[in-house]
């Protein structure tokens, strides 16, 4: 298991850098992701001000096992993304927000691999498919593949022989 914490405690004013490789490795501690391989580099930059801390993450990479909802094929998707927190200080157990993480008095280390999870997993666009520029194109042998499959899926079901059997009836 690696290790994603960043020290919070006893840290001087000013920022202080981390930066981390997040690849295949990464997600087997995220076993519901989606994502299973990517190439992302991840600069937290940890900003302290008096008591005040605020964390930022900055992304920039590619996710590497996505596929096209068009033609099936691998996409590249490209993760450039940043996130800004506030960490606050709260004896109590308080529900982090998207703004806000909180941290205890006597917490000297920060675990953010669940934030950098976060933040890969919003960049992915809604629409997964090839853009259709320079290289970047579906396959448009398998599109006619996967048309030809749904249409004759279609024809042979059994719930369409019942539907159109009900559309007579009306
Ligand atoms: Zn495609």
Redesign the pocket.
Known sequence: MLNYNIRIKGVKDGSHEYFFNIDSEFFESFIDSEVTNSEIKVCAKLFKDGNKLNLSLKFSGEIHNL???????Q?VVSVENSISILLQESESELEDTDEIVYIHPNQHELDISQLIYEGIILSIPSKR??VGKEED???KE??ALLNKYTQKEEKNDPRWDQLNKLKDLI
């Not at 596929?67 to 094929?73: G, Q, R, Y």
């Open positions: 596929v096209c909802d068009l033609c099936a094929n996409i498919e090839h194109n579906c396959d398998m599109i």
